[in-house]
């Protein structure tokens, strides 16, 4: 490893990469690890970067106690969803790691999406796709999901995700996992309910309560 990327592995907010994060890396040959700041955001993205916080990649650790977590609740899903996919880490773990029928990364920096693209390539397809697009619009697809959040943005867009797909959230009984869970507030006052938490690492799983009636 070179001074530089050691720079990179310790210069994180929340988790601190570790081995197993540098060879998910280099034994794929994908590009993950090298945080994009939202100086350099600015450049590919037009609109809510002021409610985002910054490209940095889950750790595999983390990512994988939760999706552990997730499978113990028996739930089957049809769908992995990262929202603010980044370069793509999460999905490609996941696709890895688990069996999940659909993986999609949804990222608001064209940038990013076409790193993640180039990732494909090398990955391979194995039901992962990407699409440029803002969390604040974006419409969960029909079929129960996994819906991974790893700090992507403030309570403003997360309370707007919400509110957008809470029709899907009571109708398939998704799931969110959340990593680095700071606005889980947001969650439990919108009907969530907290079905694991790990206060230590900042873990967390959530459902919409089946009674939960939105006030209108
Ligand atoms: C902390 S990174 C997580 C990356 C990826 N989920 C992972 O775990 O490796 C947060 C990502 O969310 C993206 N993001 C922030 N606000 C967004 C929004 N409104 N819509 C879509 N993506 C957003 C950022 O560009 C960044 O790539």
């Not at 819906?147 to 809470?166: A, H, M, Q, T, W």
């Not at 799931?175 to 700071?182: C, S, T």
């Amino acid at each position: 490893m070179s001074i530089g990327n050691l720079a990179i592995f310790n210069n994180r907010a929340g988790y601190r990469a570790g081995i197993d994060d540098y060879l998910f890396e280099k034994l794929n040959r994908l590009s993950l690890e090298t945080i994009v700041n939202r100086e350099i955001l600015k450049n590919t993205v037009k609109v809510n970067l002021k409610h985002a916080t910054y490209y940095q990649p889950i750790t595999c650790r983390n990512l994988k106690l939760l999706l552990n977590e997730a499978h113990k609740t028996r739930s089957s899903f049809d769908h992995f969803i990262d929202i603010g996919a980044g370069k793509g880490k999460a999905c490609f773990y996941a696709a890895k790691h688990f069996k999940f029928r659909k993986i999609t990364g949804v990222e608001f920096s064209h940038g990013l999406v076409k790193i993640a693209n180039r990732n494909k390539l090398i990955f391979g397809d194995r039901n992962v796709s990407f699409l440029s697009e803002d969390a604040a619009d974006f419409l969960l697809p029909r079929g129960k999901c996994l819906v991974f959040l790893y700090n992507p943005f403030n309570d403003v867009i997360l309370e707007k995700f919400i509110s957008n797909n809470y029709t899907h959230f009571k109708e398939y009984e998704s799931l969110i996992a959340y990593a680095y869970d700071v606005h889980r507030e947001t969650l439990l006052v919108n009907g969530f309910r907290t079905l694991f938490r790990s206060a230590e690492r900042k873990l967390s799983l959530y459902q919409l309560r089946s009674h939960f009636q939105k006030q209108r």
